[in-house]
């Protein structure tokens, strides 16, 4: 008798991931490349395309994570626990090569030894002003999981987006360590993909166009002002930091995620049926060792952009700039590979042995 084949696996949470990463490395380009500099003025097309992106393109990762991790609440505590301690056990590690990396390149980090030591153990101690800036989302979505699964457990998803989007009013007011000032909007997009996951809801490919039109609208909406939708709070064009906890206008910030990341997973849904979508599955599927390889970039690449003098640009140049930094990171997975495969066994290696020791030597299954 055959047997029955396996399910086959929905690329629809992989596309939303890789679509999304590579908004993070087109957003991370453009933040150098759009601000005033000496006499080169600032950049409107590419300061709005950023404005845009940084909207909803981080906050989409926490959906994701939500989504896909459905079955959470069926998981023992151990296991729970060793997968967000590998995120923040992997920060860790990628944060010792970039500090090694930064005092090879850079004098000034060898001109101090305490100094030096500081910045190796400090962020390691602390959980944040790591030495390569995208860490800051290991660290936030290794809590965001352990508080999605306590309070998932407790109360209904629904409570749970809702206490945690109100909750992000306050997080100005929390200390920067670990990242503390995300975790409420965080929690709120992971709960949020947990219930649509839930719902199991089918995505209809169609509603991305008014939803892609509609986030190209909402973005600039956001002035910075948390409780002013009117003024103008900090320097214009406002663009959401999570990292630094700040979100703007709280109901367009809420909005221009939901929107945003919403636009981006039912394209995802209709480029699942497509097998040309597969490129962007794999990105996904390696979105991890991207954000290595692009946090290297945006934390040592900065200056390099920043001061470049541009020509005038057009719709062509950011064409060639999107499929060329892509292109390039593609490129540096496939160089790279030992070497991340080695981070991530690192990673895993230090999430397991602290496991067991926070456990009290519970063996956790196997990931």
Known sequence: MPQAQAPKRD??????????????????????????????PLIEAAAYQWQVIYSFHMILFFLVSGAVNKNL???????????????LALAWTVHVLGWAFGLAVNPEMRSSIGGAAWNLFGPILEGYMWSVGVLWFLTSLCFVQILAYWSLRRFPAIAV??????ATALSSYLPEQYLMRTWAPGLSFFALGYLFSQWQVR?????????????????????????????????????????????????????????????????????????????????????????????????????????????????????????????????????????????????????????????????????
């Not at 609440?73 to 995120?87: C, F, Q, T």
């Not at 987006?161 to 109100?166: H, L």
């Open 203 to 367: 995505w209809p490919f169609w509603a991305a166009i008014p939803l892609i039109a509609a986030i190209i609208f909402i973005a600039p909406l956001n002035h910075g002002c948390t409780f002013s939708f009117t003024q103008t709070c900090g320097s214009s064009p406002f663009g959401v930091r999570m990292f630094f906890g700040s979100y703007g206008f709280l109901p367009v910030f809420f909005l221009s995620s939901l929107v945003g990341s919403l636009a981006v997973v039912c394209l995802s849904a209709g480029l699942a049926k497509l097998r040309a979508s597969e490129l962007l599955a794999y990105m996904g599927r390696k979105s991890l060792e991207l954000f290595y390889i692009n946090g290297f970039v945006a934390t040592f690449m900065f200056g390099v952009f920043w001061r470049m003098e541009w020509p005038h640009l057009t719709v062509f140049h950011y064409i060639a700039f999107f499929i060329g930094i892509v292109a390039a990171h593609l490129l540096a997975l496939l160089i790279l590979g030992p070497v991340l495969a080695r981070i991530n066994g690192t990673g895993l290696a230090i999430a397991s042995f602290l496991t067991r020791l926070l456990t009290g030597g519970l063996q956790a299954k196997a990931g």
């Open 73 to 87: 609440l069926k998981k023992a505590w151990p296991d729970v626990l060793r997968g967000s301690l590998r995120l």
């Open 161 to 166: 987006v809702i206490a945690a989007m109100a």
């Open 11 to 40: 690329a629809t949470w992989d596309i939303a991931r890789g679509i999304g990463m590579m908004l993070v490395i087109y957003g991370h380009l453009l933040e150098p490349i759009y601000p005033a500099h000496n006499s080169r």
